[in-house]
């Protein structure tokens, strides 16, 4: 979504991260996984590292605030979404009986502060699409099958009545046209989807 919104021209390389190829493992050693970034030879991995890099390599809209404050509080936030927030919808998605309850509380708490976080904006950055919301990617993406699936999804995790504002920042982001574009296929993540959560399930009972 960076590289779209800057209008850099790219070749997406799709990973089998059960069968991990040597192109990926020359690359990035360390962590092995993706995404990785390969620029000039050069290869950039970590989401959040790899977002900054473009902002700063590539010219067109900014991904982060110039405003030092700003730009402080977008890094806070994207890493937020990244450490904690994720983490906190995964367990949620993937547990069940009193360790779902539990989870979904945790998760009610973080998606909370994401919630307040949006009162009065369109974006997390304000007016336009940033490093914020291009992190909040996940929650765009697996938002649409929350409803679609809810007899896997019980109780529901994100829904307009609690989370209106993040609702409404799920349906402005995308439907962007950068972003709606680019969105993966529905039916492919739809499968992942429920196929990850009825593993998770099936493990847990």
């Known amino acids: 979504m960076a590289l779209k919104l800057k209008g850099v021209e790219y070749e997406y390389v799709e990973e089998d991260v059960k069968n991990k190829s040597p192109d990926l493992l020359k690359y990035n050693p360390i962590h092995k996984k993706v995404p990785l970034l390969l620029h000039n030879g ?7 590292v ?13 991904i ?6 700003d730009r402080a509080m977008a890094r806070f936030w ?17 547990s069940t009986g009193e360790e779902q309850e539990k989870a979904n509380e945790e998760a009610n708490e973080v998606v909370m502060f994401l919630e307040n976080e ?15 919301d291009i992190t909040a990617n996940f929650i765009a993406h697996w ?3 929350f409803e679609e699936f809810r007899e896997i999804m019980q109780p529901p995790l994100i829904t307009k009545d609690k989370f209106p504002n993040l609702c409404e920042w799920v349906n402005d982001y995308t439907n962007c046209s950068f972003i709606k ?4 296929p529905k039916d492919k993540l739809a499968q992942l989807f429920v196929d990850r959560i009825q593993a998770a399930k099936a493990a847990a009972q």
Do not use: Q
């Open 78 to 94: 994207a890493k937020f979404l990244d450490e904690k927030c994720w983490p906190a919808m995964r367990r949620a998605c993937m």
């Open 118 to 132: 949006l009162i009065g904006k369109k974006f997390f950055g304000g007016g336009t699409i940033g490093l914020v």
């Open 143 to 145: 938002h649409r099958f």
């Open 50 to 62: 790899i977002l900054e890099y473009i902002d700063e390599t590539w010219p067109g809209p900014a």
């Open 64 to 69: 982060l605030p110039r405003d030092p404050y």
């Open 42 to 48: 050069k290869p950039i991995s970590e989401s959040l």
């Open 181 to 184: 574009e680019n969105l993966p």
